[in-house]
Nanobody
């Protein structure tokens, strides 16, 4: 069974940095795209950053220039380096992967979420 396990959330002050990690485990044939969404209280879940198998990236306008997505393909792991954090970045961050498992068709998988709080 495929699992996405996130780590690295926490509480920081404005201007500080955090690095999130997400590792995909299980019988995986290929990972087509992997990235991060976030959901703040009372708001819809939104895309933060996505990295495709071919190396293309997509960032939300609100995080461009501050967040960087990267990966370690050998470890099926994606990272989100978050710099110059702002209070409006406070949310639960969810790892997302569109992948092909050994046992079935390509589909979306989600992590359990990790809390990021930015407050002075």
């Amino acid at each position: 069974q495929v699992q996405l396990v996130e780590s690295g959330g926490g509480s920081v002050q404005p201007g500080e940095s955090l690095r999130l990690s997400c590792a995909a485990s299980g019988r995986i044939v290929s990972i087509n795209a992997m990235g991060w969404y976030r959901q703040a209280p009372g708001k819809q879940r939104e895309l933060v950053a996505m990295l495709t198998r071919g190396g293309s990236t997509n960032y939300a306008d609100s995080v461009k220039g501050r967040f960087t997505i990267s990966r370690d393909s050998a470890k099926n792991t994606v990272y989100l380096q978050m710099d110059s954090l702002k209070p409006e970045d406070t949310a639960i961050y969810y790892c997302n992967a569109y992948l092909t498992p050994l046992s079935g068709w390509s589909s979306n998988y989600w992590g359990q979420g990790t809390q990021v709080t930015v407050s002075s």
